[in-house]
């Protein structure tokens, strides 16, 4: 059974998380995507793999998301980096870690590196969507949204084809989210860590391009790296094949670390 908490971060924040408690033990931690919560099948799969294995686990709701509080619309990555950072400096301590970050996660993920680099001991991406606000959405806005953005501060962005019977989502995608986003590239940045980093991709990624991962793998010149491009896989690879695939991964870690 799934437990949430509420971890304080001050007197009007709190956030969402679930865990796997360990004093001294190696620690998974999941970190979610844009607009994503921990209700979804990845964070509960890692979850089980943990308590399975007696490791530890923690995966967070960053400020504004799911049922952790404050307004999604006023967050951005620097903020969103600092729940996780807070959260892991509180909860995960000093134990080492494997980080799994899906999607925006995996941006955040690369955030972190500088706060914990003696703790992460791998890496496994999901989709990674580095720079994603203005590599993939700023860039390909048209000129009436941009200055929608740029005027009133917000703009509602639909995404996906409801013709081609595809989920459609519905992003509020704010100026200072955009602005802030600039501030955080790590695609240029060189991480020299020996771990291990795998980078998971669906061939039929709708969202984010295969080159995202390949260009993450980029960023790590000493660390044992694989690519994994997954048939038919969309952007959540939350469908069990592609998920058991992914715990596959994560046992190859755990083994080699302990």
Known sequence: MKRFKYLKISKTKKLRFIDNYYKN???IIFLPGFMSDIDGKKPQTFRKYAIKNKLGFLAIEYEGHGKSSGDFIKGNISKW???AKIAIKRIVKKNNFILIG???GAWISLNLFKHFKK???GFIGIGSAPEFLDRLMWKKFPKKIKNEIKEKGLSIIKHGDSKLRQKQYEYPISFQLIKDGRKN???SKKINLKINVTMFHGQKD?????SFSKKVLSIFTKAKKR???LKNGDHSLSQTKNL????SELKRFSKQIS
Do not use: F, R, W
């Open 102 to 104: 899906s999607s925006m």
């Open 25 to 27: 033990k190696l620690y």
């Open 206 to 210: 709708g969202i984010v391009p295969v």
């Open 81 to 83: 980096s600092y729940d």
């Open 185 to 187: 590239k790590v695609l």
């Open 244 to 247: 058991n695939k992914i715990l």
């Open 119 to 121: 703790q992460i001991k």
């Open 227 to 229: 690519m994994v491009i």
